[in-house]
């Protein structure tokens, strides 16, 4: 079945003739950067038997063939969606670029994810299969994957088409179809599905290559899951493979494994989130590690506090880029020659000169400039829909196609973007977007709980962290917040989801309209948050 392209026909049609869309395909991308740059190394890592792997752009697409005619060896058709399930290691290129081969599309889920997740995704979707790997993070992902789905590929027992199955002819897609299936942060319940075009997508990730100045000696570190729109495209992995550069998939993030592989293998440039920012920072004035061949940390995700902004230079002796997006669309950049105060003090400034960005009141008013508002959106690299969601795409988007990303931001003179905050309830822990409904539901699961809600409290190191709120059905009989936490763990959600904390109280504080909207009561919750000194 082929997906419906999201954007207006008159809207392609103007990208198109504006040169944004030029027609290229991930086939095509993948085709170029074999051409072009064959010999040279597209991905470094360590395969799940920790053996370092280095693969050249002509293995790449050997591997990539040889998974297409594996896929297809076991049903998997053009158009068909499959789950991809799996942690930072070379193999997740070539399954993936395997899939685009194929004409099949990808659904990108996180390693973190948990069976009530990835069961989602596959139903959501109608996902045909689930790629992913035996066990990791003391997860059994493979046992999880087949209690889910028929097919499942299990790729510590081997890339599809290993064991010789025949190359795949299929037929070329086209620039305008669905190319894969991205995950939103989700603002209630579990993640929206995020339809891309080959179109739209190759445009923003070969702008931000250009951007980020990206070249053929790229060395780029994969520190975050390679499933984030930010790893992949922002400029990403792919952004590095349309520029010939290489690719090093870290095992694990933390700052002794990623500062020692930036030495290892000369990376130039590395991703973050500013938790992940920090605990490098932290180390590096430590440890004083001399990492010459670093020059450009990106940190987004989450906004970089100024404090953390003004450290990174000086501890790492790379450049700081900040970034701010969304796997919605619009993305914006310090540029690598900003002054420091913009590089410290904003979130940079939109990708393409056909981004229009809108800063609003409730109203959908236009505030005066340089106030705050909420940010609306859209623009060649920025969706039009939700994949099947047609109630939340009414609010979630304007009448005339600008989405509502939910940020509260507001524009310098200059026209660089700040992020003050967030309208939707959700929190933003470290980067990881959650939903409060979703984890407020699976609290209300509990057999001695009446009612939960969640709100997010400031913290130093992750942004913000998880508070919940629980009134027991019976007093007499005060559930232990460490089993309600257990018992969210146990539900099969992702481990950033569970609580940070966890109070049980007799009743929720009344808001000055009687307890009305869960809105008004977090924000109430969260006020009495603060005036306890704890927030």
């Given at each position: 079945?082929k997906?419906?392209n999201?954007?207006p026909?008159?809207?392609?049609?103007?990208?198109?003739?504006?040169g944004?869309?030029?027609?290229?395909?991930?086939?095509?991308?993948?085709?170029?950067?074999?051409?072009?740059?064959?010999?040279?190394t597209a991905v470094?890592?360590?395969?799940?038997?920790?053996?370092?792997?280095?693969w050249?752009?002509?293995?790449?697409?050997?591997?990539?063939?040889?998974?297409a005619?594996g896929?297809?060896?076991?049903g998997?058709?053009?158009?068909d969606?499959?789950v991809?399930?799996?942690?930072?290691?070379?193999e997740?290129?070539a399954?993936?670029?395997?899939?685009f081969?194929?004409?099949?599309?990808?659904?990108?889920a996180?390693?973190a994810?948990?069976?009530?997740e990835?069961?989602?995704?596959?139903?959501?979707?109608e996902?045909?299969?689930i790629?992913?790997?035996?066990?990791?993070?003391r997860?059994?992902h493979?046992e999880t994957?087949?209690?889910?789905?028929?097919?499942?590929?299990?790729?510590?027992?081997?890339?599809p088409?290993?064991?010789g199955?025949?190359p795949?002819?299929?037929?070329?897609?086209?620039?305008?179809?669905?190319?894969?299936?991205?995950?939103?942060?989700?603002?209630?319940?579990?993640?929206?599905?995020i339809?891309?075009?080959?179109?739209?997508?190759?445009?923003s990730?070969?702008?931000?290559?250009?951007?980020?100045?990206?070249?053929?000696?790229?060395?780029?570190?994969?520190a975050?899951?390679c499933a984030?729109?930010?790893?992949?495209?922002?400029p990403?992995?792919?952004g590095?493979?349309?520029a010939?550069?290489?690719?090093?998939?870290?095992?694990?993030?933390?700052?002794?494994?990623?500062l020692?592989?930036i030495?290892?293998?000369?990376?130039?440039?590395?991703?973050v989130?500013?938790?992940l920012?920090?605990?490098?920072?932290?180390?590096a004035?430590k440890q004083?590690?001399?990492?010459?061949?670093?020059q450009?940390?990106?940190?987004?995700?989450a906004?970089?506090g100024s404090?953390?902004?003004?450290r990174?230079?000086?501890?790492l002796?790379?450049?700081l880029?900040?970034?701010?997006?969304?796997?919605?669309g619009?993305?914006?950049?310090?540029?690598?020659d900003d002054?420091?105060?913009?590089?410290?003090h904003?979130?940079?400034?939109?990708?393409?000169?056909?981004?229009?960005?809108?800063?609003v009141?409730?109203?959908?008013?236009?505030?005066?400039p340089?106030?705050v508002g909420?940010?609306l959106?859209?623009?060649?690299?920025?969706?039009?829909g939700?994949?099947?969601a047609p109630?939340?795409n009414?609010?979630a988007?304007?009448?005339?196609?600008?989405?509502?990303?939910?940020?509260?931001?507001?524009?310098?003179?200059g026209?660089d973007v700040?992020v003050t905050?967030?309208?939707?309830?959700?929190?933003?822990?470290?980067?990881?977007?959650?939903?409060?409904?979703?984890?407020e539901n699976?609290?209300?699961?509990?057999p001695a709980?009446?009612?939960?809600?969640?709100?997010?409290?400031p913290?130093?190191?992750?942004?913000?962290r998880?508070?919940?709120?629980?009134?027991?059905r019976?007093?007499?009989?005060?559930?232990?917040?460490a089993?309600l936490?257990?018992f969210?763990?146990?539900?099969?959600?992702a481990?950033?989801?569970?609580?940070?904390r966890?109070?049980?109280?007799?009743?929720?504080?009344?808001?000055?309209?009687g307890?009305?909207?869960?809105?008004?009561?977090?924000a109430?919750l969260?006020?009495?948050?603060?005036e306890?000194?704890?927030?």
């Amino acid at each position: 079945m082929k997906l419906e392209n999201p954007y207006p026909p008159e809207v392609a049609a103007a990208y198109r003739e504006a040169g944004y869309w030029t027609g290229q395909t991930f086939p095509d991308l993948l085709a170029t950067a074999v051409a072009g740059h064959g010999g040279r190394t597209a991905v470094v890592g360590t395969d799940r038997q920790k053996v370092r792997q280095s693969w050249t752009y002509a293995e790449l697409g050997q591997r990539a063939r040889r998974v297409a005619g594996g896929l297809h060896a076991l049903g998997v058709r053009p158009g068909d969606r499959v789950v991809v399930w799996l942690p930072n290691v070379p193999e997740y290129l070539a399954v993936v670029w395997g899939l685009f081969t194929l004409g099949a599309l990808p659904v990108f889920a996180l390693p973190a994810h948990r069976e009530s997740e990835v069961r989602y995704f596959v139903e959501h979707a109608e996902a045909v299969g689930i790629v992913t790997v035996s066990r990791h993070d003391r997860y059994d992902h493979a046992e999880t994957a087949r209690r889910i789905s028929p097919l499942v590929v299990d790729v510590d027992e081997g890339l599809p088409g290993d064991d010789g199955a025949e190359p795949v002819t299929v037929a070329a897609p086209e620039p305008d179809d669905v190319a894969f299936l991205q995950l939103s942060g989700g603002t209630t319940g579990l993640p929206k599905l995020i339809p891309r075009t080959h179109d739209d997508y190759l445009y923003s990730v070969r702008a931000s290559a250009d951007i980020c100045g990206l070249t053929p000696d790229t060395v780029f570190l994969a520190a975050l899951p390679c499933a984030h729109n930010f790893t992949m495209s922002s400029p990403g992995l792919l952004g590095v493979m349309h520029a010939g550069g290489t690719v090093v998939t870290a095992p694990s993030p933390d700052p002794d494994t990623c500062l020692g592989l930036i030495a290892a293998e000369g990376v130039t440039m590395a991703a973050v989130v500013p938790p992940l920012a920090a605990a490098w920072v932290a180390a590096a004035e430590k440890q004083e590690p001399d990492l010459p061949s670093l020059q450009v940390l990106q940190v987004g995700g989450a906004k970089c506090g100024s404090e953390l902004a003004a450290r990174i230079g000086p501890a790492l002796g790379a450049r700081l880029q900040q970034v701010f997006g969304m796997a919605e669309g619009l993305v914006n950049y310090t540029r690598l020659d900003d002054p420091d105060d913009v590089v410290v003090h904003t979130q940079g400034r939109p990708i393409s000169p056909a981004d229009e960005v809108r800063v609003v009141d409730e109203q959908d008013r236009d505030v005066p400039p340089g106030e705050v508002g909420a940010l609306l959106t859209r623009g060649p690299y920025t969706i039009r829909g939700y994949y099947r969601a047609p109630e939340h795409n009414a609010t979630a988007f304007t009448a005339d196609g600008f989405y509502r990303t939910g940020d509260l931001v507001r524009i310098t003179a200059g026209g660089d973007v700040v992020v003050t905050g967030r309208v939707k309830e959700q929190i933003n822990r470290g980067g990881e977007k959650v939903a409060a409904e979703e984890v407020e539901n699976h609290l209300m699961a509990h057999p001695a709980v009446l009612d939960a809600a969640i709100v997010g409290v400031p913290d130093e190191y992750l942004g913000e962290r998880t508070h919940a709120y629980v009134i027991p059905r019976d007093p007499d009989e005060t559930p232990a917040p460490a089993d309600l936490r257990r018992f969210v763990r146990d539900r099969g959600v992702a481990a950033f989801k569970v609580p940070d904390r966890v109070e049980v109280v007799d009743a929720f504080p009344v808001t000055g309209v009687g307890k009305t909207s869960r809105r008004a009561l977090r924000a109430a919750l969260a006020d009495r948050h603060r005036e306890k000194g704890t927030a």
